[in-house]
């Protein structure tokens, strides 16, 4: 029961932390290598894809703006850059097409004197589902080797806390203040029952005993 | 521009449904404070009466006009977002 209970945990605490590390903006710091369009037949993969530009219709297939960059280590990353909207993650970001324009103006294919962006960002590369991180914003840093505080994700955190306290607090006044008395008054209910009826059953078995014969002597 | 509105209308339920039970909780530590007020003095009055009185004032107060909060600060949330995420 013991490893049940364990695997049980491990998974729900891997999922909480999948989708954290998946919803939850980070930063990158990289060169912007270049930027194109290519248009991607959702399959299996659909679910890692955000929505169409706002305003626009929705079809099996699109355009989608991608952001090629290079990390300091010479590792590459490839971004996809789509509105989110008004869905799910809620990064309401409907400027993809300027965002794509700042991109091109901060190109840097120059090795000797690069430009190092920070690049803000929620998602996963992965290969083998063809999925990439969706950019949110672009911002000129000064080297590669700048800290960025996630100062959201701290708040974020904060706030969370917050609320799972202030649930804890409802619920364990609702528990003291209702739920409670009201089992209190239902047990008081449920004794007073079983004395009666035990007051019935005595009642009954001496009843029964007028019924008995007399003891011999 | 439907998006928005159906993200609107279900924000604003499930904030609905917040704001009614943080309404509930603040209603019952209120009522909580008055009777352990009343308990430790033994008065003044009635224990009913007090308390009564005493979420006579509380619906009326300052507390109780916060939960709006509630709604105010997802909505603002939501437009700072829009505004530095888009336009900043």
Not at chain 1, 112 to 132: C, D, K, M, Q
Not at chain 2, 17 to 40: N, P
Request: charged share 20%; proline share 4%.
């Amino acid at each position: 029961m013991r490893y049940v209970k364990w695997t049980f945990f491990t998974i729900i605490a891997v999922l909480l932390f999948s989708f954290f590390h998946y919803t939850l903006p980070q930063h990158d710091i990289v060169r912007v290598v270049g930027t194109e369009n290519r248009r991607i037949d959702f399959g299996e993969n659909s679910f890692f894809w955000a929505s169409p530009d706002v305003g626009t219709a929705a079809g099996t297939n699109r355009d989608v703006r991608f952001i090629n960059a290079e990390y300091p280590n010479g590792k590459i990353i490839v971004y996809r850059n789509e509105d989110t909207g008004w869905g799910w993650p809620p990064y309401f970001k409907l400027d993809s097409s300027n965002l794509q324009a700042e991109a091109q103006a901060l190109i840097s294919n120059d090795k000797a004197n690069p430009t190092w962006v920070s690049v803000t960002h929620y998602g996963w590369r992965n290969e083998f589902l063809t999925i990439y991180p969706n950019a949110i914003t672009v911002t000129q840093v000064e080297g590669p080797d700048v800290r960025i505080i996630p100062w959201f994700n701290i708040f974020f955190f904060i706030v969370l806390a917050g609320i799972l306290l202030l649930l804890w607090r409802m619920w364990a006044q609702f528990r003291e203040r209702t739920i409670d008395p009201t089992l209190e008054s239902i047990g008081d209910t449920i004794d007073e029952i079983d004395d009666r009826a035990d007051s019935l059953w005595a009642r009954f078995k001496a009843w029964l005993a007028t019924w008995r014969g007399k003891p011999r002597r | 521009m439907i998006a928005m509105f159906r993200l609107a209308l279900f924000g604003y339920l499930g904030l609905t449904v917040l704001y009614f039970l943080v309404s509930i909780y603040s209603r019952s530590t209120q009522r909580e404070e008055l009777e352990k007020e009343w308990d430790a003095a033994q008065g003044p009055g009635e224990r009913d009466d007090y308390i009564a009185a005493g979420m006579a004032a509380y619906e009326k107060g300052l507390r109780k006009k916060l939960i709006w909060l509630v709604y105010v600060i997802p909505t603002l949330a939501v437009i700072a977002a829009i505004y530095l995420l888009n336009f900043a």
